[in-house]
């Protein structure tokens, strides 16, 4: 499928399913609201037990609810249920064809090391053993106690949503959490409220008493309902936000659906006289606020200062006499046939964003050669004194959904500039073993952000916003490092005479190590082969 119809597809399908839910949300909160505003008629009726009056549009409105009477059944009775239906099986076929068609780039995290499959099937069973657990656990003794089964119900969600994020994508973990509640809801409506309703219905057309305990068991489950439906509204609208890669982001998701759910209670319960829970909900919009906020960016860097203040301790050992330095060069070469470059498929969004196909670049070789590899003296040069690390900064940028280039090399202490050069919003996630992690929104046309690491290591870039976007970072504590181009040559240049060991690492290939020794005013030669 072309990205032009792969975007008008999504568009069509997001489109019908807010249609469907704005009707399915609108009568759960209508018929909530209707049922805390009815009263007993002003002049008594037979079969009616409350009424309300309402305004609206030019029309005057007189609204009756009735109880259910033997053999009293109205000729024509309006079921609300088909709006439920549809939003479920529109999110359902929105599910699979943003997160599962086109090679389930957004359902996985390469860095959680979890295979496509398993991912999947995680995925799509989340749904249904949900609802087994959540059915049995309100049909049970336990769900007569609304505050014992709401407690295990909101630690449950919680425990689903970090599960999730261990499997999945932190994006496709939120979405699959908004996906399990609103599974929960359309079968309570076809399973717990539409039959309890047809039971009674069938009991006034047969002329037989009517037992309300069904119609008891209906109404809890559609106040369900209303508690989760403005966290499945946040959830929808979350996912292309920086509060999806925040670290802890599963707490965060259900402190959201908390806040939700005491804003539900506030609006449709007035006679609990609850406005605190507007001022709790507001309290956890403001903690959640400060926790995800981004560490301030410093103004006016000073040279061999980073911009977040890493400032590397001064240069230790012997001075090097330039003068008798040499230097190892050589190239890496990748042997047997090369992997056919694989096409990333891109939401439209990202699509948008480029003008050439979006390539997988994890493994780039041709003509024997391998581009991305970082060639490193990693033994031997501990007894000298390296130069200062460059004032210059190492820019990494983010272009049409994929980080260009995918692998670029510093010293410690010196600045990665971190730009974004897409009309839409990245979220940068550095992830280092030694040097900590950090994660920062970053908006189209937002400054660059500039980072700087303490100790060497490889850092892992990530999008949590894209999750196939990735670049590798190696930072080092000496000048002798490089990354190979396109014809895999690399050259060490400024090396006092000695011998070292020097490595070659790819991101999937692994290492190689050679000991060369460097002679004085001489280039070494040191070359590598991958297989």
């Known amino acids: 499928m072309t990205p032009h119809a792969t975007e008008w597809l999504h568009l069509l399908?997001?489109?019908?399913?807010?249609?469907?839910?704005?009707?399915?949300?609108?009568?759960?909160?209508?018929?909530?609201?209707?049922?805390?505003?009815?009263?007993?008629?002003?002049?008594?009726?037979?079969?009616?037990?409350?009424?309300?009056?309402?305004?609206?549009?030019?029309?005057?409105?007189?609204?009756?609810?009735?109880?259910?009477?033997?053999?009293?059944?109205?000729?024509?009775?309006?079921?609300?249920?088909?709006?439920?239906?549809?939003?479920w099986i529109s999110g359902f076929f929105l599910l699979l064809v943003v997160y599962y068609a086109s090679d389930a780039a957004l359902l996985m995290d390469k860095h959680l090391g979890v295979s496509?499959?398993?991912?999947?099937?995680?995925?799509?069973l989340s749904l249904p053993a949900a609802w087994l657990v959540y059915d049995l656990l309100w049909k049970s003794p336990l769900g007569s106690s609304v505050a014992v089964a709401g407690t295990l119900s909101l630690a449950l969600l919680g425990g689903l949503s970090y599960g999730l994020t261990r499997f999945l994508s932190a994006r496709a973990a939120f979405i699959h959490t908004g996906a399990v509640l609103g599974t929960l809801m359309v079968l309570n409506v076809w399973i717990r409220i539409l039959p309890q309703q047809g039971r009674m219905l069938d009991a006034m057309r047969d002329g037989r008493s009517v037992d309300p305990a069904p119609g008891k068991e209906a109404k809890k489950r559609s106040t369900h309902n209303s508690y989760m439906t403005l966290g499945v509204v946040f959830i929808m609208i979350s996912n292309h936000f920086s509060i999806v890669g925040y670290k802890w982001n599963w707490i965060a998701l259900l402190a959201m659906m908390a806040a939700g759910a005491g804003l539900r209670h506030f609006m449709l319960e007035p006679e609990a006289k609850n406005a605190w829970l507007v001022a709790l909900a507001a309290g956890v919009l403001v903690a959640l606020y400060g926790a995800t906020r981004p560490p301030p960016r410093a103004a006016g860097v000073k040279p061999g200062v980073s911009a977040n203040g890493v400032q590397p301790s001064a240069p230790a050992?012997?001075?090097?006499?330039?003068?008798?330095?040499?230097s190892i060069r050589g190239s890496v070469a990748f042997t047997g046939q090369p992997p056919e470059p694989k096409e990333v498929a891109l939401p439209g969004d990202c699509a948008a964003q480029r003008r050439t196909p979006a390539l997988d670049n994890t493994l780039l070789a041709s003509g024997g050669k391998l581009q991305g590899a970082i060639v490193h003296?990693?033994?031997?040069?501990?007894?000298?004194?390296?130069?200062?690390?460059?004032?210059?900064?190492?820019?990494?940028?983010?272009?049409?959904?994929?980080?260009e280039p995918r692998v670029v090399a510093l010293r410690v202490g010196q600045t990665l500039a971190i730009t974004n050069?897409?009309?839409?919003?990245?979220?940068?996630?550095?992830?280092?073993?030694?040097?900590?992690?950090?994660?920062?929104?970053?908006?189209?046309?937002?400054?660059?952000?500039?980072?700087?690491?303490?100790?060497?290591?490889?850092?892992?870039?990530?999008?949590?916003?894209?999750?196939?976007?990735?670049?590798?970072?190696?930072?080092?504590?000496?000048?002798?490092?490089?990354?190979?181009?396109?014809?895999?040559?690399?050259?060490?240049?400024?090396?006092?005479?000695?011998?070292?060991?020097?490595?070659?690492?790819?991101?999937?290939?692994?290492e190689k190590t050679v000991t060369v020794t460097v002679a004085a005013r001489a280039a070494a030669q040191a070359d590598f082969g991958f297989p």
Not at 377 to 403: F, H, K, N
Request: aromatic fraction near 12%; charge should be negative; hydrophobic fraction near 40%.
């Open 116 to 124: 496509r499959q398993t991912a999947m099937l995680v995925g799509l």
């Open 377 to 403: 003296v990693s033994a031997g040069a501990e007894g000298w004194q390296p130069p200062p690390a460059p004032t210059a900064a190492v820019v990494l940028d983010q272009q049409g959904c994929m980080y």
């Open 421 to 510: 050069s897409d009309a839409l919003m990245h979220n940068v996630h550095g992830i280092g073993a030694d040097n900590g992690s950090f994660n920062e929104p970053m908006l189209a046309g937002s400054p660059r952000i500039e980072r700087a690491f303490a100790t060497p290591e490889i850092v892992n870039m990530q999008c949590d916003v894209h999750p196939w976007m990735g670049a590798r970072v190696g930072v080092f504590d000496h000048p002798w490092f490089a990354v190979t181009g396109v014809d895999g040559s690399f050259q060490l240049a400024g090396l006092p005479p000695g011998t070292y060991t020097v490595t070659a690492w790819h991101e999937t290939l692994g």
């Open 13 to 87: 399908l997001r489109w019908f399913h807010i249609m469907a839910g704005i009707m399915w949300i609108g009568n759960s909160f209508f018929f909530m609201w209707l049922d805390r505003a009815f009263e007993p008629p002003k002049t008594p009726r037979e079969g009616v037990t409350g009424e309300t009056w309402m305004v609206h549009g030019g029309g005057y409105y007189a609204v009756e609810r009735r109880k259910f009477e033997p053999g009293k059944l109205p000729p024509t009775l309006h079921w609300f249920k088909w709006e439920a239906t549809l939003t």
């Open 317 to 326: 050992g012997k001075p090097i006499d330039q003068a008798s330095a040499g």
